[in-house]
Every structure is written in structure tokens, then in C-alpha cells.
T-cell receptor, first 110, second 115 residues
Framework: QKEVEQNSGPLSVPEGAIASLNCTYS??????FFWYRQYSGKSPELIMS????GDKEDGRFTAQLNKASQYVSLLIRDSQPSDSATYLC??????????FGDGTTLTVKP | KAGVTQTPRYLIKTRGQQVTLSCSPI?????VSWYQQTPGQGLQFLFE???????NKGNFPGRFSGRQFSNSRSEMNVSTLELGDSALYLC??????????????FGPGTRLTVT
């Protein structure tokens, strides 16, 4: 079992729809959770961080964390073609280990 | 505020050679982490430095090493290069060490090709 698993892609949604990206993690000692967006040929760009259970909203993005279920998700509302990228889920444990999922590739079709 | 910078951006080396990559963190950031990204293995943690001390190391052979200077700039060295070392090497910086509810920001990466 991988330490951080993301829903297998690719994910395709029409413009204006909600894109839902999911991530599960295995280490119960994990405390910090991040979502990054990576365009082809570029480096990861931080979108959201979340540290406590519940929802955190930033513009069109909402991160959701459920530590009991070891689950974190990212919702993108009103998806735009410019949101087409690979989304990486990252998890930090208290021991300072950073682990990334393999990423989910999102395509938003006009 | 300037972002994380990495030099060089592209590098071509021959098997058996060694290479040194450089990373300058965001001003004020004291933690620098290095990652290797390949299509097959994804983004994998190499090591993290904070205040010139290595705090954590990923599952990479001893050929991969690093250091951090007093100004928080960091270098990564790979000795005896192998074809499988071809990858995008990314560094990321943060104010606090990893595991302390702090965000890290990535540099543009160094694309290393080993022939």
C-alpha cells in the first residue's frame, strides 16, 4: 500500500463543472496536508494547505480533511480550461517526512 | 519577495560523472527540501536541511548527498551518475522544518539528463 494514494486519472470535466480530487494516506501521525498544481514541464505550485478537520475554502478551491478516515480532498468549482494540470496531494508527518501522491491529471474541456 | 531559485536549470552529464545542484530559498526561509521527480516514480523526497543540519533523508543511496550553508542556500551532489538518475530535481523552501504545519514552495527545478 502506498503511503499517499490519489484517485487514478485522468479526470475530465466540462468547463463550469465541479472537479473532485481525492487522496488517502496511511500514516495516522500525519498532521499537515497540501494540494499542489503542476502544469506540464513546470514545478509544483501550492494551491491549498489544511491542518485541521473540516473544510477550508480559498476562492474556487475547497480542501476537505477527515483525519478519522485518513482522507483529504480538493474541490474545484466553476472549473476553467486553465485548471487543466496534474494535482498532487502531499502529506507531512510530525516526524518531518514529506510524501507525495502520484498525482491526478485533470482536463477541463471548453 | 523573490521565489526559490535553482541553478542550473538544465544539465547533461555522462554516466560515472558527478554533479552539484544549487538551491537558494525564499528570503527568510531556513528549511530546504530536495525531491526527485521521474515519470515512473513520481515525486520522491531526498532530504531536508534546516539550519545547516540534515533533519530527514529519503530512501536514496549514499551517492546522493547534500549540505546547507549559513545563508540557508543548499547544494545537492550526486556522485557516480547512473542513467536512472535522469530526472527533474526540485528544491522547496519553508520557514519552519517539515512537520510543523508550514507551507513549502518549490523552485523551477533542474532537469538532469545522464547519457
Amino acid at each position: 500500500q502506498k503511503e499517499v494514494e490519489q484517485n487514478s486519472g485522468p479526470l475530465s470535466v466540462p468547463e463550469g463543472a465541479i472537479a473532485s480530487l481525492n487522496c488517502t494516506y496511511s500514516d495516522r501521525g500525519s498532521q499537515s496536508f497540501f494540494w499542489y498544481r503542476q502544469y506540464s514541464g513546470k514545478s509544483p505550485e501550492l494551491i491549498m494547505s489544511i491542518y485541521s478537520n473540516g473544510d477550508k475554502e480559498d476562492g474556487r478551491f475547497t480542501a476537505q480533511l477527515n483525519k478519522a478516515s485518513q482522507y483529504v480532498s480538493l474541490l474545484i468549482r466553476d472549473s476553467q480550461p486553465s485548471d487543466s494540470a496534474t494535482y498532487l496531494c502531499a502529506v507531512d508527518t510530525n516526524a518531518g517526512k514529506s510524501t507525495f501522491g502520484d498525482g491526478t491529471t485533470l482536463t477541463v474541456k471548453p | 519577495k523573490a521565489g526559490v531559485t535553482q541553478t542550473p536549470r538544465y544539465l547533461i552529464k555522462t554516466r560515472g560523472q558527478q554533479v552539484t545542484l544549487s538551491c537558494s530559498p525564499i528570503s527568510g526561509h531556513r528549511s530546504v527540501s530536495w525531491y526527485q521527480q521521474t515519470p515512473g516514480q513520481g515525486l520522491q523526497f531526498l532530504f531536508e536541511y534546516f539550519s545547516e543540519t540534515q533533519r530527514n533523508k529519503g530512501n536514496f543511496p549514499g551517492r546522493f548527498s547534500g549540505r546547507q550553508f549559513s545563508n540557508s542556500r543548499s547544494e545537492m551532489n550526486v556522485s557516480t551518475l547512473e542513467l536512472g538518475d535522469s530526472a527533474l530535481y526540485l528544491c522547496a523552501s519553508s520557514l519552519k522544518p517539515r512537520g510543523n504545519a508550514d507551507e513549502q514552495y518549490f523552485g523551477p527545478g533542474t532537469r538532469l539528463t545522464v547519457t
